[in-house]
């Protein structure tokens, strides 16, 4: 069977076919038949194309009725006419006997390793003949270039040499009914379409494209020895890289394809681009994910003949939506043009849709020995063959965000002229590309051949783009996990059966792996600033972190300072060349900046250091901006960098004590160690000295003056050199906290004092300023965040294929244990609803013979936890969630150690020339003893026992339970809505293995869906219809659905066609819809509140007042007289507490609440309102649109109206305390105090010691109220309040019990006040802590 498609402008519908569809699930005979398009009550599904016709095959095969001469179609210039050839699914195929007499003298394939992996892919392309062929091929190469010097196995690879070349290869049989039958049958159905290619006689010419070079060769084998079936074949395997880089090779096979020595070309996908003549036909043996594939299919058949034909394979959806995706109308003409242009015009403004896959396996890939350009986030790597690609969708991608669409051509190939006689041609390509990048325009090398040309050219961009860190790294496709590793989880290290947690590995960022891979010498900068949140008078100074591969684009985050946040800008540069002496210094600063702000002995080699630190110059401080940075050497701050590595302190000079410019900007420290307490310099006190005794030091309090606290206190401590020197003011200097969980406390002070004044002459100066200290005590959270985002990128590429927004993911994987500024509970309730929505519709279509219950038990092998759970474990998903806190003491960079100063005395790793008589700084005797060297080693070499024993427990690995593995898959499909709507989210579901075979995309539902037809379902009563629809505010495409919603099971006979199944259906569409509403409306509540409001909406109650509210109840259909009074009983009961809570809301000036409660309605009320939902999503063929319509109509208004957050319900300290108990919440009180007899009661609302809302009313009662409804106010208007001021959630969480009975109390000392004449306690706390 074959499909042409046609351009709508060209159709002539005149034509007695004009009107005929087909479907790729349909067999030839009904597709050749013809027919109406299949409607939604008939099992066939919807035609692949808009608009086609089908010819019989016949047509091509009569040279007198040929596709050359029929005038059925007009096409535009830029496209051939298109067809699809259908071919049977291909049956699980056992291996040949040859490939197990193989495999039992080399189970392992230690020996021939790509033939083996060459035989497995012909037999799944062409078939077992196919696969025994290779191996002759394969011997017959190796005997003739046989090196058994080369062959570690030379043994196995004789004996398998032995065994091919005695072996009896059976020739292809195509008879698909013969026992002997060895090819596929998609190889039958290209030989038919070859066949029938005769028709063009001495003037044919084709392409056939496909995937691997192994299967190009092995055709052209096979089709020479089919003289019978293919006598006018001339095939030809363009498999050769010569082909594109060599000038003669490439003008030998135009020549020999134009004057007909080869008529057949076997063209593999990589390289489609080569400059081909036009052909008759070009048929796409293997379906790719490429619009620019397409484009170029196109351009080799624009000939007034041409045919493009795609070979699918029957009732295959993937196939299906590569042809509706990536080919057809869905491709626009103008990138025809483009690429039958060679590129050499200007970029179109209409998408393009590109995986970029290079359709390479891993194997082929490793084994490449070219230079290529490496991606550090996943180890991909980008080929000068992959180049063209990426650089026609960075181009579509400026153009596309430009208001001015960029009119030059993107590549322009031009002829060197021939330097002399006998001298070569070349060619050089010039690649322009849309402003809005660093880089604009470069002219590649010079190459023999223009194809060769144009990659070269698309190579230097992108090489030259990422030198500036310019390159987006997801244009470099990264290879998806393969199956094999299915259900196999190596990050699972044990489990405990009592808790049902399990301890899993936490993921390490691939990156900083894969860039010590790079040249040592070339690093690339990124500049990190923090702003000053802690006001000016505590500077923070940009620094510069120099990595050896780019790290790709980083959005701002944020860092939280009690109370306040600073959000961290980066800017990246582009990559610097140092040399020797420089690197080294660099080195020794990151060390010392690291081993400062930790405090420990860091080591790290030169070659091992993945990044590295440096500081700006106070005079670039202000301005960061990547055009600053195009220089780095001038920016960077050289003496600073000498000043840090040549000690970690520097001694104050006797010239130096009284001048301020010295303690600018400056920590000290009062002990001669390495690791040790500093502090901040707030400024010099000339009107200080040592003999004074200032009344605000706490410390000294007990000493006549600062001189005598010395000496008292210091070891070995006698006298200064000046008794006059003017004192330090100084302040404690912070140390490295986590800095990343926005309910951060600050630390409990001690007891203990600390210094408020130091002595210069005792004290040392750090060599790293203070600005720049401040901000290095970020460092571990920043690079932390760092980790995280690249976690995340690496997650994202590796199974979802970049398809989810990166800060949506960000969130899903974070657990709220985890204390980060978002955690996956908002998306994981977006996901599950999204998921119940879609399992609903997939089980309702896959069997349309399950009744409601069933149906529910399907979708539980879908959408349960257990699943889930096995799902994740199956991709490795939780060694990439977060579910821990950043544990701040245990950072230490990649490739780190800590040093052993077994043999080394504490505090001496560096010489320090004192000026002061006594030679050196003594220890603080109280704040650390002295210790000797064999006390010092000992002491340290058990802490690093320790130490090493305990961070690999703390810091790479983490207790996850199921649920919350569970609740990440789900908040992952939420993101992935979030980022791409259904299809999006679909693919996701599919990439999570969830078990949901035979769809593709949506619209497959429609497809593949079965309805009742309309005679087995009762008929509706007149204006029935009409009367549903306008209180609906939809229209049903078919109405006998409507009456299956509305037919109760009572009615007799109708029994299989009442609306069970509708009302499953429409219950999961009408959830997601609520959830995507309260979502929306509310885009930071929190997800405790959203939990309530979704409960409320999609209530039986409140779905039984809606129906009565809207009329719907007075179209039900059933034969039940007491289920009729019910309704009408229940309709009057409901009316009369509508009214009565309106006029109550009025005289209390609040909105209406929740009047349906506490009546119990008949359920088939709530049942009609959700079967008409899941009508008329069937109707619309499976799409939201009548449904949303339907929800705008008298769901919204209603919810807006009677159920928000205020009017859950009657009471709202009930409400309050609900949300409270969701969030995990313990210390929250309503404090109640009487002011007076005659000023009423005040209740404040407590969370963690803040006032969140008061009230003062008359009565205790009133007040509470008041004051809870202002709570919800507050909360309302700033939903972050919780996640930045309650951490009781990481905690050990109070049983529902204690919430019950704490509730109870706080309720009913509110009540005591409302009606009592007593005296109240002065101050009554109710405290849930």
Known sequence: MLRIWKETSGATSSHPDANLKCDMNQDTQSCEAGGDQPGLNNSALAPLATDGVVLNRAMLQDPSESLTSKPVLCVSDSRPLEAVILYDALLPNAESRLMEALHEIDPEESSFTNTFRAARYALVEVGLCASDLVWRRAIREYVANRNDDDDPNFEIANKIRDLVKNWVFAMPN????????????????????????????????????????????IMVDIMRTMIDELAFIRPYALTSELLVTDGHEQRELLHNFANGKFNLLILIKNLEDIDLPRANVFIRYNLFESQLSYAFACAHTMVPDGHLIHMAEKGNDLHRRILQEYSGPAVDDKWIEVVSQGGNSSIPSCPLKETGNPYRSDEET???????????????????????????????????????????????????????????????????????????????????????????????????????????????????????????????????????????????????????????????????????????????????????????????????????????????????????????????????????????????????????????????????????????????????????????????????????????DAVVQDRLVEFTRRCYVVRLRPDLSPMSKPPDSPREMEYANILEYCRARRKGFQSLQDNNQPLIEVSKAATVLNRLNPVHKPLIETNKSGPKYLIPELCGKCTIPASIYRT???????????????????????????????????????????????????????????????????????????????????????????????????????????????????????????????????????????????????????????????????????????????????????????????????????????????????????????????????????????????????????????????????????????????????????????????????????????????????????????????????????????????????????????????????????????????QKAVRDGRPPGQYWLDMEPPKILSDVVESIIGALYISDGFTSDGVELMFKTILEPFYDQHVTIKTLSHHPTKILFEIMQTQGCQQFSIEKQKLGETDGTRCDVIVHDIILASATESTGYIAGRMASTAALDALEGDPSFMAHNCSCRNRTQIGKKDYKNRLEKMLADLEEGQNATTEEDHNDAMEVN
Request: hydrophobic fraction near 40%; charged fraction near 20%; include cysteine.
């Open 174 to 217: 195509l008879n698909l009914s013969s026992r002997g039958f060895n090819v596929t049958p998609k190889f039958v159905q290209l030989i038919h379409v070859l066949k029938s290619c005769g028709a063009y006689g001495d003037t044919f010419c084709g392409i056939v494209l496909v995937q691997r070079s192994e299967v190009a060769i």
């Open 776 to 1142: 290095a005590l970020l460092l571990p959270s920043i690079t932390r965040r760092i980790d995280d985002f690249l976690i995340v990128k690496e997650l994202n590429a590796q199974f979802f294929a970049n398809m989810i927004l990166e800060q949506h993911l960000l969130s899903a994987v974070f657990a709220p244990s985890a204390t980060f500024e978002t955690d996956y509970e908002r998306l994981e309730l977006l996901g599950d609803s999204f998921l119940k929505y879609f399992s609903s519709v997939y089980v309702f279509v896959f069997n349309p013979a399950l009744s409601e219950g069933a149906l529910h038990k399907a979708r539980q092998h879908i959408i349960s936890n257990k699943v889930l759970t096995q799902c994740a474990l199956s991709i490795g998903l939780p060694s990439y969630i977060q579910g821990k806190t950043f544990s701040y003491k245990l950072w230490q960079p990649p490739n780190f150690t800590v040093q052993d100063l077994s043999l080394q005395h504490l505090g001496r790793s560096n010489d320090l020339t004192s000026s002061s008589g006594n030679g050196g700084m003594a220890i603080d005797t109280m704040t650390q003893a002295p210790v000797n060297d064999i006390n010092a080693s000992t002491m340290h070499s058990t802490s690093q026992s320790k130490m090493k024993h305990k961070a690999p427990d703390d810091n790479i690995t983490q207790w996850l339970g199921d649920k919350t593995i569970a609740d990440v898959a789900e908040a992952i499909i939420g993101a992935a809505y979030l980022s791409g709507g259904r299809d999006v989210a679909l693919r996701v579901i599919k990439a999570l293995r969830l078990p949901v075979a035979n769809v593709e995309q949506w619209e497959d539902f429609c497809q593949k869906a079965l309805a009742p037809p309309s005679n087995v379902t009762p008929r509706l009563r007149g204006g029935t219809l009409s009367a549903v629809e306008g209180i609906i505010g939809a229209s049903f495409k078919y109405p006998h659905l409507l009456s299956q919603a509305l037919t109760h099971g009572s009615i007799h006979g109708y029994e299989n066609t009442c609306y069970e199944r509708l009302e499953f259906l429409g219950d999961a569409v009408l959830d997601f819809l609520v959830v995507r509403h309260v979502f929306n409306r509310d885009d930071h509540m929190s997800p405790g509140a959203m939990t309530l409001l979704k409960s409320a909406m999609v209530s039986n109650s409140a779905l039984a007042a809606v129906c009565v509210r809207t009329g719907l109840h007075a179209y039900l259909l059933y034969e039940s007289y007491a289920l009729g009074n019910s309704i009408q009983s229940y309709a009057e009961q409901l009316e009369t507490r509508r009214q009565e809570e309106h």
């Open 366 to 664: 490793a084994s490449r020995p070219e230079v290529s350009i490496g991606d550090p986030v996943n180890g991909g790597r980008l080929f000068e063959d992959d180049a063209l690609l990426a650089v026609f969708r960075i181009a579509t991608s400026l153009q596309r965000s430009i208001t001015n669409p960029s009119l030059h051509p993107l590549f322009v190939v031009h002829p060197i002229p021939i330097p002399s006689m006998g001298g070569v041609q070349q060619f050089v390509c010039t690649v322009t590309l849309p402003p809005g990048l660093p880089l604009q325009t470069i002219q590649g090398p010079p190459r023999l051949t223009p194809t060769h040309a144009r990659r070269s050219g698309a190579y230097q961009f992108c090489l030259q783009l990422f030198e500036l860190s310019g390159l987006d790294y997801r244009l470099i496709y990264t290879p998806r996990r393969s199956d094999e590793t299915a259900y196999a989880n190596p990050s699972l290290l044990k489990s405990d059966l009592v808790s049902g947690n399990s301890c899993y590995m936490r993921k390490r960022p691939d990156f900083w792996v894969n860039s010590l891979q790079n040249s040592k010498e070339r690093l690339f900068p990124v500049v990190v600033s923090v702003g000053n949140p802690e006001g000016p008078s505590e500077p923070y100074a940009p620094i510069i972190i120099l990595t050896r591969q780019p790290l790709p684009h980083l959005e701002p985050f944020k860092l939280f300072f009690y109370g306040v946040f600073a959000t961290v800008k980066n800017a990246r540069g582009p990559a610097v060349i140092f040399d020797g002496e420089r690197l080294n210094d660099l080195h020794s600063y990151t060390l010392r900046i690291c081993r400062t702000i930790a405090n420990k002995a860091f080591v790290c080699s030169m070659e091992k250091m993945a990044y590295f630190i440096a500081p700006l110059l106070p005079s670039q401080a202000k301005d960061v901006s990547w055009s600053n940075l195009i220089d780095l050497h001038d920016v960077i701050d050289w003496q600073a960098v000498a000043r840090a590595n040549s000690n970690y302190i520097t001694r104050f000079s006797s010239d130096s004590l009284r001048d301020p410019s010295e303690f600018e």
